[in-house]
C-alpha cells in the first residue's frame, strides 16, 4: 500500500515538474534574450529528461508493488 502511495506520488510530482517546465518555456520564449540568458532548450531538455526520469520511477515502484502481492 506504501509504494503505491510514494509510486503515486512520484508520477504526480513527474507530470507537475514537466508541465512546469514546459510553461516556464512559453513564458521564456516570449523574450528571447532572456530565454536565452536563462539556459533555453538546454534548461527546457534538462528538466523535462528530470522529470521523465521521475515518472518512470514512479512506475517502477508501482510495478514492483503489485509484482510482489
Same mark, same amino acid.
Do not use: K
Given at each position: =500500500?506504501?509504494?503505491?502511495?510514494? #509510486?503515486?506520488?512520484?508520477?504526480?510530482?513527474? $507530470? !507537475?515538474? !514537466?508541465?512546469?517546465?514546459?510553461?516556464?518555456? &512559453? +513564458?521564456? &520564449?516570449?523574450?528571447?534574450?532572456? *530565454?536565452?540568458? =536563462?539556459? #533555453?532548450?538546454? *534548461? +527546457?531538455?534538462?528538466? =523535462? @529528461? @528530470? !522529470?521523465?526520469?521521475?515518472?518512470?520511477?514512479?512506475? $517502477?515502484?508501482?510495478?514492483? =508493488?503489485? !509484482? #510482489?502481492?
Amino acid at each position: =500500500m506504501l509504494g503505491g502511495a510514494v #509510486g503515486g506520488l512520484a508520477v504526480l510530482v513527474g $507530470i !507537475a515538474w !514537466a508541465i512546469g517546465s514546459l510553461r516556464r518555456r &512559453a +513564458t521564456r &520564449a516570449l523574450e528571447p534574450r532572456e *530565454y536565452a540568458e =536563462m539556459g #533555453g532548450v538546454v *534548461y +527546457t531538455i534538462f528538466q =523535462m @529528461f @528530470f !522529470a521523465v526520469v521521475l515518472v518512470g520511477i514512479g512506475l $517502477i515502484i508501482i510495478g514492483l =508493488m503489485f !509484482a #510482489g502481492q
